[in-house]
Structure formats: C-alpha cells, structure tokens
C-alpha cells in the first residue's frame, strides 16, 4: 500500500489509537476514554468540554484510521473510517448539525484535511460534496480568522482541498490570506505573536 502525503505526517493525533478506534472508543485531552460504539452519536460530549467537542468534530482520530491502512494494508481499517466520516457527514448537514462544534470555524479546518486523505482512497459523490461545502466555508472572509493560528489552519485546510479537487481558485484565494495572516501573527524574527507575553524596548546608558 502506498503511502500518500495527505495521510502521513504530524497532524495525527497521539490518541487515540487506530486500535482504540477500531473497538468504538476514544479518548482526547488526557481525559478517560469514552466508548462511542459503531453507530456514533455525535452530541456526544460527556466531558461538557468544549475542547473535547471541538476534537471529536475534527475527525482527526478518523485520519488515523486511514493512516493505519497505509501502513498496514488492512481493509478494515479504511472500511471503518468511511463509516464514520459518511455517518458524520449525514448526521451533521450545515443548518441543522447534531452538536453546535460540528461546524465551528476551528473544527471545520482541521476536519478538512482528514477528509481529503479519506479521499485518496474512497472516490464517492458524497466526500466530494462535503470536501466543496468545507471549501465554502473555509474560503467565507467573514468566518476567516486573522492573524490567530486558526486562520492559518483554515488557509491550510482551504489549499489542502483546493489541490485535491483541482480548484484554483481555493488554492489561490488561501495563498493569498495566508501571506497576509502570517505577516500579522509572526514578527520579523519568526516568533509567533499570538499569546505572546508583551515585550518593552529597553535602553540602557553607559
């Protein structure tokens, strides 16, 4: 099995694992692992947090699942991860999603890239049609945010879907803001503004 560049790479989570997955049982933020079973309901949140929420919409822990077939070649693997991401995808139509994090701006942008590697290896209507709603989203100025790490996630999510699907206009418009953004979230030294402790020029006499 070939290994693709959308599929590998950091952007994994650490937890769960593939085989945590695989019996219906995630676990985020250091907190206990709850069993979401085979049928998932996505109001879930026991933790009634919403960090918790917003990694559970991300399907990154779906990703994994993707990576692992891969790695290994199982099936099953691939298999299950596009019952999940098809089960989301129904569960959760924009207007009337199961939980208020399925789409907020932070989830939607690291959601997109899990489900374009879904995509390199599952061609169906449905992933391409949720794939161009994600764009949409991703590509509204007016959810964008700037100059803060999530803009930079939607920018890569955006330029992400935009080369899957051969969109030039998603890739150009992400380009586009990220240059901008970067230049608001990072000074002339690299460092990252955001969260940043202030700092103060000092002088000093001799």
Aim: net charge neutral; hydrophobic share 35%; aromatic share 8%.
């Amino acid at each position: 099995m070939k290994r693709t560049a959308e599929c590998q790479g950091d952007w994994l989570p650490a937890t769960p694992t593939a085989a945590e997955v695989m019996k219906g049982e995630v676990a985020f933020l250091d907190l206990p692992p709850v069993k979401v079973g085979q049928d998932v309901d996505w109001r879930t949140n026991p933790y009634k947090n919403r960090s918790w929420g917003m990694v559970f919409h991300s399907l990154r822990w779906m990703g994994r699942l993707v990576a692992e077939y891969e790695n290994n070649g199982e099936e099953r693997y691939l298999a299950r991860a596009t019952e999940i991401a098809q089960d989301w995808v129904k569960d959760n139509p924009r207007g009337r999603p199961a939980s208020p994090y399925a789409w907020a701006e932070h989830p939607i942008a690291l959601r997109a890239p899990a489900l374009v590697c879904l995509s390199r290896h599952v061609d169906a209507k449905w992933l391409k049609d949720s794939l161009s709603e994600h764009a949409r989203v991703l590509g509204d100025d007016r959810l964008y945010e700037w100059g803060h790490n999530h803009g930079i996630d939607q920018d890569i999510a955006l330029l992400g879907i935009g080369c899957r699907l051969n969109d030039r206009r998603w890739q150009d418009h992400a380009i586009r803001r990220l240059t901008k953004t970067v230049k608001l979230d990072i000074d002339s030294q690299g460092a990252l503004m955001e969260q940043a402790p202030a700092t103060r020029s000092t002088s000093t006499t001799g």
